[in-house]
């Protein structure tokens, strides 16, 4: 079915977008609460994330492997936990769920910071990731209170600038993070661990607000809606979960969803590199002072320039092919890394500063590009009264990749990455290595680039190859009204655990 598309203008979609928020005035001190806790846990969370691997390593004594399998037990037990949290948010409610999830991840923060200033306990790189791990129903919990904050404290003609401003504070709290990271490590010249200070106190912030600002929980409904609007649902036909899963696994289009999701996983791990892959690779080729926090803000800032300005212009493009030609150019976004560096010499920090940019640079312009489309074709692939179960379903392949590519991780490092190669015998760090041209360019981290780019955009390509079956039975959505921006599903912390 061909898509229609609305005849508005670029500008007028995007000052629609910007009318959009003016519907927010009639939100309560609640719904500005979260969005404050928000902003605050993401700061830290994403900080977290990109030093996560480093610290490990460097101050605990972790191997790249063993840092790969903690983090990859995290992320895959904070992505598993989001199954049950839902359900742990709605018995205990919004309030009580919050503050409950913010004072463990205060304690177990704080269980961080001791142990890294106890150089005498054993075992401390273990110990640390099992409080990682401890920290994973908290940190999915949270995630569920911010989803069911912006359906409760939004009435339905706000709601969505409600999940949109939710996406642009948690994109912000993103780069703030990124900041944080360079200021603590290169400004204020302290260690790793207290990444992990500022956790301790944006957790107790997050408390406070918590506790002052959440007094209420009922749903929120404009002036003009009667109050037993908030109570009516849809009327849906409730089947057993074994019924339900034998008619999905019948139909054609959940096997062209998990084909598409398949051939396009090499783009989804490129933001598992981000934090993986990426924080020991500038700091091995670029050098230890390398700012590994502001190369990973161009991420986020772009992302809220494109929420404002571009993802409204992209609703006049075909659902299918913003995302498959978007992936693409995520894909291309890992080929700078792979210029040979040979010719580089003395200033190879400074061209691998130059690549990092154009790599984030165009992973992000891509990334707004294709990932709104994603979470679009799905509900537009899904038979009628089936887009929720669709959605769970397109998570799993995900969630089996970056599990992978986790425990991947450190073997990677220390096959193309190492902190140290062998020359002549000698152990010399990979950047001298690589300034004396002393390492073949199948055993560099530009190898490893080529390698990952190959693998991503083959799978676009085979996917715009069979773009007719892939959008066969596709209904598309005809926009009539004022279009409302599509959330990239990516950059929030449940998703990049």
């Not at 005849?7 to 007028?12: C, N, P, Y």
């Not at 091995?284 to 502001?294: E, F, L, N």
Request: charged share 15%; aromatic share 12%; net charge positive.
């Amino acid at each position: 079915m061909q898509q229609q598309v609305s005849s508005k203008t670029a500008g007028q979609m995007i000052l629609a977008y910007f009318k959009d928020f003016n519907v927010l005035k009639e939100t309560r001190m609640e719904y500005w609460g979260i969005q404050i806790v928000n902003f605050l846990d993401c700061t830290f969370y994403f900080a977290m994330l990109t030093i996560a691997t480093v610290f490990l390593s460097d101050d605990l004594g972790l191997s790249d492997k063993y840092a790969g399998y903690s983090t990859a037990v995290f992320t895959s037990a904070t992505t598993l936990m989001l199954l049950l949290s839902g359900l742990y948010t709605d018995w205990l409610g919004i309030k009580k769920s919050l503050n409950i999830s913010m004072a463990a991840m205060l304690v177990l923060r704080a269980a961080v910071v001791a142990l890294a200033f106890a150089p005498g306990v054993p075992y401390r790189g273990i110990l640390v990731s099992v409080l990682f791990f401890l920290m994973a129903p908290f940190m999915a919990g949270i995630q569920t209170v911010f989803q069911s904050s912006c359906q409760r404290f939004t009435t339905k003609r706000s709601r969505s600038a409600g999940f949109n401003l939710w996406y642009l504070f948690m994109n912000v709290g993103a780069a703030a993070g990124g900041f944080m990271i360079d200021i603590i490590r290169l400004k204020l010249h302290l260690a790793n661990v207290h990444i992990f200070t500022m956790g301790v106190v944006t957790a107790l912030l997050c408390l406070v607000v918590g506790m002052t600002m959440i007094r209420r929980e009922d749903q929120l409904v404009s002036p003009d809606e009667p109050p037993e609007a908030a109570k009516k649902e849809a009327k849906v036909e409730h089947k057993p979960p074994l019924q339900l899963f034998k008619e999905v696994i019948r139909e054609p289009a959940l096997w062209r969803l998990l084909v598409l999701i398949a051939l396009i996983l090499g783009v989804r791990a490129v933001y598992a590199y981000l934090y993986l892959l990426m924080p020991k690779y500038w700091l091995r080729t670029i050098g230890p002072d390398a700012a590994i926090g502001v190369l990973n803000t161009i991420n986020p800032i772009g992302i809220v320039i494109g929420l404002i300005l571009f993802i409204p212009i992209t609703n006049k493009f075909k659902v299918f092919n913003m995302l498959v030609y978007g992936a693409m150019v995520s894909a291309f976004a890992l080929f700078p890394l792979a210029v040979p560096w040979r010719n580089y010499g003395p200033n190879i920090a400074q061209a691998h500063y130059i690549m990092a940019i154009l790599c984030m640079i165009i992973v992000t312009i891509g990334e707004v590009v294709w990932s709104p489309k994603l979470n679009e074709y799905t509900a537009a692939i899904a038979p009628k009264g089936q887009e929720g179960t669709y959605l769970g379903l397109s998570l799993i392949p995900w969630f089996v990749a970056k599990t992978v590519v986790s425990v991947l991780s450190g073997h990677m490092l220390e096959r193309w990455s190492p902190e140290t190669v062998l020359v002549n015998g000698v152990k010399v760090p990979l950047q001298q290595a690589m300034i004396q041209n002393q390492v073949p360019y199948w055993h560099t981290p530009a190898a490893m680039w080529l390698i990952l780019g190959i693998y991503a955009l083959a799978g676009c390509i085979i996917a715009a190859l069979l773009s007719g079956w892939l959008t066969r039975g596709a209904h598309w959505k005809v926009e009539t009204n004022a279009p409302k921006s599509d959330v990239p599903e990516k950059t929030g912390p449940a998703a990049a655990a």
